[in-house]
């Protein structure tokens, strides 16, 4: 069974630096962050495959946010830097069971976390 934990949200000016966490259990082999915006869309912004440590980012965002993860702490991080008010919204852990590829772009999660709110003005 996987679990997830999310935090490093907060509220920061545009330009600036944010490092999310998301703490894991369960062995997961793929840990994406979606990005729910405030009309509750969500996509896909960055995945990464935990054992390989191979990142993928939503291309809008390849300049900007930067996907990694430490085995040690099994956590997976997610550095947003310069900051945009249309980042703004609930950052959530999700990760898949048995395999597939591991994409933003992937749309079904079978766990996720409860999410860290980010606020950019």
């Known amino acids: 069974h996987v679990q997830l934990v999310e935090s490093g949200g907060g509220s920061v000016q545009a330009g600036g630096s944010l490092r999310l966490s998301c703490v894991f259990s369960?062995?997961?082999?793929?840990i994406t962050w979606v990005r729910q915006h405030p009309d509750q869309w969500r996509e896909g912004v960055a995945s990464i495959y935990t054992g390989s440590g191979s990142p993928y980012l939503l291309d809008t965002e390849k300049d900007r946010f930067t996907i990694s993860r430490d085995m040690a702490e099994s956590t997976v991080y997610l550095q947003m830097d310069n900051v945009k008010p249309e980042d703004t919204g609930t950052y959530l852990c999700a990760a898949p069971i048995g395999h597939g590829a591991c994409r933003p772009a992937r749309v079904e999660y079978d766990y996720w976390g409860q999410g860290t709110q980010v606020t950019v003005s």
């Open positions: 369960g062995s997961p082999y793929c």
